[in-house]
């Protein structure tokens, strides 16, 4: 079982940036895709990027190609995500994902394990 903990949420004005953290428990991070979607209010849940185990294969949603980065450190058990120039339609809570296989991929119901999101609110 992995237990997946964001953090690094908050509120930031447009233009700026914040770095979400996600930390895994368990014995099995270092295979695992990961990734990170989010939800706005009336909203579904939307892909945002992804990670494979080696960190050879990243995908970015259209909406926050060239302003997201994902990255991850498998010896400290988390992925990252880098968000610059941030906009208010970025405002929503931020989940991250794993999976039990060590391929990235865009798909929501693709994940087997989620976490608690954290809220990222971007004022205009």
């Known amino acids: 079982q992995v237990q997946l903990v964001e953090s690094g949420g908050g509120l930031v004005q447009a233009g700026g940036s914040l770095r979400l953290s996600c930390v895994a428990s368990?014995?099995?991070?270092?295979?695992?895709?990961m990734g990170w979607f989010r939800q706005a209010p009336g909203k579904e849940r939307e892909f945002v990027a992804t990670?494979?185990?080696?960190?050879?294969?990243?995908y970015y949603a259209d909406s926050v190609k060239g302003r997201f980065t994902i990255s991850r450190d498998n010896s400290q058990n988390t992925v990252y995500l880098q968000m610059n120039s941030l906009k208010p339609e970025d405002t929503a809570v931020y989940y991250c994902?794993?999976?039990?296989?060590?391929?990235?991929?865009?798909?929501?119901?693709?994940?087997?394990?989620w976490g608690q999101g954290t809220q990222v609110t971007v004022s205009s």
């Open positions: 994902a794993a999976r039990k296989t060590n391929f990235a991929t865009r798909f929501t119901d693709e994940y087997d394990y």
């Open positions: 368990g014995p099995t991070f270092s295979s695992n895709g």
């Open positions: 990670i494979s185990r080696s960190g050879s294969t990243i």
